[in-house]
């Protein structure tokens, strides 16, 4: 009994019908489009519902880079890369620039996406009003009616108890005046980068059964205060250990020796570029 | 400084996934598929069930495969699933039309064409057999060969193939309300995502190809104490369905044009609830009520407690959880909750990067102010 796989796994049908609630999401910029996600060879919540949005737009030409937390070599975006390459074919890298299709879990990429470029985000939690109502039902009618106040209160909260916004990843975020939208949690240092993107952005949750999209040039506002404005990571003072890079996201790593801590680009392909672009200069 | 390559991702997968086989194959043996599916019946029933594929070929080699880990063969199955067209829907199958193996009723001692106990461990005592550690595939032949002199003689007559439905009996004798035939066709849970409020035909979708231990547990959960529910099995019955499928290529299709396909093995489950009916003129009378539940091969417990999270999802007491669908429905699948379970084990060092620096800054943020209410105190 030997079977062979469709290109890119899923059969034309299925592929057809994901690219169907894509489109929708695109036309309705941050609104979550429910679609039929299918169960995929990796398991739910590690990545299949931008690996289903990958798989039913990846074409032969294309040039796919898969990151994980920022890194190409993690062992889920090696895993991801592995079945996209074997099932299409199509030639993968590590190179932002140089990518049609990016895939990532977490991190937007530090070389600014261009126009053309895709970029696909795994999505864990879809909805960023469940932290306050869990039901799917009342979601759906609180979006329906623009009911966002428990949204600004869950933020207002935050500042009367920690004197501070204390959202880490995932700090909500306004679409198109329109929509409040989980950003998945891509750290707030990625936020800005939404807000007017060349590149389109699609975002997938497998396992909630939700495909939604940042379309190109959209406004996206981190949602604040006047008198509390949003504020990213800080990384204040600090470079990167290996390439001396700063103002960008950082790892945060003990040294083993010293047990001092140091800081060391995220964005491990971003690094590697800074560091051989030194070498050959 | 020169070329500065990371790697090393790649690599470490590939010695794990060795590690893997190494692991399955280490006692130098290797479990032939065929194997599996002869003695493994009950654990190839429950992952056909949960991965809502019918095939036992196929549920062996995934068993054979996760090395007998039914979540991680369910989650191969559905895999395989998802690259599956689908190409034809059966019709309606009616569960009147069983070839019966096993059917038993709780509520009634005599049913019309009586109790048919079958296969079941119901009525064994739970005492490790060790004889089966020197059992022989001589011995197999032999006690088959014995077993099918033994049954020639057999003078019972009973159709198995057209035995009535236990609550009829009840439904002829206005104690269960008769209920209309919905013919509307079924909303197929995996072409359509979930939205709330769902169609009885989704939550039984769901329910059925729920994870055996969830769908019980959570059954259990409505029997023992949120809700007490106590319901009768009215008939819990097991054995094969007939499908048919109709011709593609006719506009119409006459009850002849249909194309046998196969069987499928299940098991149906009816239990009854006693409720409280409000008359017009104020006074109160019991009726019963229905619950049902159906899965793949013969799984008892699943059947039965799906028959009772179907009553309870039909009743909606907001009181209970259990009788709440999004809590019911969104987290009885095998492959979503493990998988999302086991997501915690990869790297989350962004997320957590981000909430350290959130907990450091709301750290200073309250030295600050204890600061300024120091000041206020000693000016």
Same mark, same amino acid.
């Given at each position: 009994?030997?079977?062979?796989?469709?290109?890119?796994?899923?059969?034309?049908? !299925?592929?057809?019908? @994901?690219?169907?609630?894509? +489109?929708?999401?695109?036309? $309705?910029?941050?609104? /979550? *489009? =429910?679609?039929?996600?299918?169960?995929?060879?990796?398991?739910?919540?590690?990545?299949?519902?931008?690996?289903?949005?990958?798989?039913?737009?990846?074409?032969?030409?294309?040039?796919?880079?898969?990151?994980?937390?920022?890194?190409?070599?993690?062992?889920?975006?090696?895993?991801?890369?592995?079945?996209?390459?074997?099932?299409?074919?199509?030639?993968?890298?590590?190179?932002?620039?140089?990518?049609?299709?990016?895939? !990532?879990?977490?991190? @937007?990429?530090?070389?600014? +996406?261009?126009?053309?470029? $895709?970029?696909?985000? /795994? *999505? =864990?939690?879809?909805?960023?009003?469940?932290?306050?109502?869990?039901?799917?039902?009342?979601?759906?009618?609180?979006?329906?009616?623009?009911?966002?106040?428990?949204?600004?209160?869950?933020?207002?909260?935050?500042?009367?108890?920690?004197?501070?916004?204390?959202?880490?990843?995932?700090?909500?975020?306004?679409?198109?005046?329109?929509?409040?939208?989980?950003?998945?949690?891509?750290?707030?240092?990625?936020?800005?980068?939404?807000?007017?993107?060349?590149?389109?952005?699609? +975002?997938?949750?497998?396992?909630?059964?939700?495909?939604?999209?940042?379309?190109?040039?959209?406004?996206?506002?981190?949602?604040?205060?006047?008198?509390?404005?949003?504020?990213?990571?800080?990384?204040?003072?600090?470079?990167?250990?290996?390439?001396?890079?700063?103002?960008?996201?950082?790892?945060?790593?003990?040294?083993?020796?010293?047990?001092?801590?140091?800081?060391?680009?995220?964005?491990?392909?971003?690094?590697?570029?800074?560091?051989?672009?030194?070498?050959?200069? | 400084?020169?070329?500065?390559?990371?790697?090393?991702?790649?690599?470490?997968?590939?010695?794990?996934?060795?590690?893997?086989?190494?692991?399955?194959?280490?006692?130098?043996?290797?479990?032939?598929?065929?194997?599996?599916?002869g003695g493994?019946?009950?654990?190839?029933?429950?992952?056909?069930?949960?991965?809502?594929?019918?095939?036992?070929?196929?549920?062996?080699?995934?068993?054979?495969?996760?090395?007998?880990?039914?979540?991680?063969?369910?989650?191969?199955?559905?895999?395989?699933?998802?690259?599956?067209?689908?190409?034809?829907?059966?019709?309606?199958?009616?569960?009147?039309?069983?070839?019966?193996?096993?059917?038993?009723?709780?509520?009634?001692?005599?049913?019309?064409?009586?109790?048919?106990?079958?296969?079941?461990?119901?009525?064994?005592?739970?005492?490790?057999?060790?004889n089966l550690?020197e059992e022989t595939d001589e011995e197999a032949v032999n006690w088959i060969r014995e077993y099918a002199l033994e049954n020639v003689?057999?003078?019972?007559?009973?159709?198995?193939?057209?035995?009535?439905?236990?609550?009829?009996?009840?439904?002829?004798?206005?104690?269960?309300?008769?209920?209309?035939?919905?013919?509307?066709?079924?909303?197929?849970?995996?072409?359509?995502?979930?939205?709330?409020?769902?169609?009885?035909?989704?939550?039984?979708?769901?329910?059925?190809?729920?994870?055996?231990?969830?769908?019980?547990?959570?059954?259990?959960?409505?029997?023992?104490?949120?809700?007490?529910?106590?319901?009768?099995?009215?008939?819990?019955?097991?054995?094969?369905?007939?499908?048919?499928?109709?011709?593609?290529?006719?506009?119409?299709?006459?009850?002849?044009?249909?194309?046998?396909?196969?069987?499928?093995?299940?098991?149906?489950?009816?239990?009854?609830?006693?409720?409280?009916?409000?008359?017009?003129?104020?006074?109160?009378?019991?009726?019963?009520?229905?619950?049902?539940?159906?899965?793949?091969?013969?799984?008892?417990?699943?059947?039965?407690?799906?028959?009772?999270?179907?009553?309870?999802?039909?009743?909606?007491?907001?009181?209970?959880?259990?009788?709440?669908?999004?809590?019911?429905?969104?987290?009885?699948?095998?492959?979503?909750?493990?998988?999302?379970?086991?997501?915690?084990?990869?790297?989350?060092?962004?997320?957590?990067?981000?909430?350290?620096?959130?907990?450091?800054?709301?750290?200073?943020?309250?030295?600050?102010?204890?600061?300024?209410?120091?000041?206020?105190?000693?000016?």
């Amino acid at each position: 009994m030997r079977i062979e796989y469709n290109f890119a796994f899923f059969d034309e049908g !299925s592929k057809r019908e @994901i690219r169907r609630a894509t +489109l929708k999401a695109i036309a $309705i910029p941050g609104y /979550q *489009v =429910p679609f039929a996600s299918r169960e995929m060879p990796i398991a739910r919540g590690w990545g299949t519902g931008g690996l289903q949005l990958t798989l039913s737009l990846v074409g032969k030409p294309d040039i796919l880079k898969v990151i994980d937390q920022g890194s190409d070599e993690s062992v889920n975006a090696v895993n991801i890369k592995k079945l996209i390459a074997i099932t299409t074919g199509v030639t993968v890298s590590d190179e932002t620039a140089e990518a049609t299709i990016i895939q !990532s879990r977490h991190r @937007i990429p530090e070389v600014p +996406l261009q126009e053309g470029q $895709i970029l696909v985000l /795994q *999505v =864990p939690l879809p909805e960023p009003l469940r932290y306050y109502e869990p039901s799917e039902y009342e979601t759906k009618k609180l979006h329906a009616e623009q009911e966002y106040s428990g949204a600004w209160l869950m933020l207002f909260e935050q500042i009367m108890n920690y004197g501070t916004m204390s959202t880490g990843a995932d700090h909500p975020v306004m679409v198109h005046g329109r929509y409040v939208m989980a950003p998945s949690p891509i750290p707030r240092f990625d936020n800005p980068k939404l807000n007017y993107s060349q590149a389109l952005i699609l +975002l997938g949750a497998g396992r909630e059964k939700k495909v939604y999209a940042v379309p190109p040039f959209t406004r996206v506002a981190s949602l604040d205060f006047e008198d509390y404005p949003f504020g990213v990571e800080s990384f204040q003072d600090k470079c990167c250990r290996l390439c001396g890079a700063q103002g960008v996201f950082m790892d945060e790593i003990l040294d083993d020796v010293t047990g001092e801590p140091f800081y060391q680009c995220n964005d491990s392909s971003y690094c590697l570029q800074n560091l051989n672009g030194k070498s050959r200069g | 400084m020169g070329y500065v390559a990371v790697k090393g991702g790649t690599l470490a997968i590939e010695e794990s996934i060795k590690r893997l086989k190494y692991e399955r194959l280490k006692k130098r043996v290797v479990l032939d598929c065929h194997k599996i599916e002869g003695g493994m019946r009950c654990l190839i029933d429950q992952v056909m069930s949960e991965s809502s594929l019918y095939n036992e070929t196929l549920a062996a080699m995934a068993i054979k495969q996760a090395e007998g880990s039914p979540e991680e063969a369910v989650f191969l199955m559905r895999a395989y699933r998802s690259t599956l067209p689908r190409k034809h829907y059966s019709r309606t199958v009616e569960s009147e039309d069983m070839l019966v193996e096993r059917r038993i009723s709780a509520s009634f001692k005599d049913i019309p064409g009586g109790q048919i106990l079958g296969a079941a461990n119901d009525y064994t005592h739970r005492l490790i057999d060790f004889n089966l550690n020197e059992e022989t595939d001589e011995e197999a032949v032999n006690w088959i060969r014995e077993y099918a002199l033994e049954n020639v003689v057999d003078q019972d007559k009973t159709d198995l193939t057209n035995l009535p439905k236990v609550l009829n009996y009840l439904r002829e004798a206005g104690l269960l309300p008769s209920c209309e035939r919905d013919n509307r066709e079924p909303d197929d849970v995996t072409k359509e995502s979930l939205q709330f409020p769902t169609s009885r035909s989704e939550r039984l979708q769901i329910l059925t190809r729920g994870q055996t231990g969830a769908v019980t547990s959570i059954g259990y959960i409505a029997l023992r104490s949120y809700g007490a529910l106590h319901p009768t099995v009215g008939e819990l019955r097991i054995g094969k369905l007939p499908l048919h499928v109709d011709n593609p290529f006719n506009e119409q299709n006459e009850d002849e044009d249909a194309y046998y396909i196969g069987e499928i093995k299940v098991t149906e489950v009816e239990t009854l609830f006693p409720e409280d009916i409000q008359k017009f003129t104020g006074q109160k009378e019991i009726e019963f009520s229905l619950g049902y539940g159906i899965c793949y091969g013969q799984n008892e417990t699943k059947a039965i407690a799906m028959s009772i999270l179907d009553h309870c999802l039909e009743t909606g007491n907001p009181e209970y959880p259990t009788h709440n669908e999004e809590f019911v429905l969104l987290h009885i699948d095998s492959v979503e909750s493990t998988g999302f379970i086991s997501h915690l084990k990869l790297p989350h060092y962004v997320t957590f990067q981000s909430k350290l620096d959130s907990v450091r800054k709301s750290k200073k943020g309250q030295v600050g102010q204890n600061m300024e209410s120091n000041e206020e105190l000693n000016p």
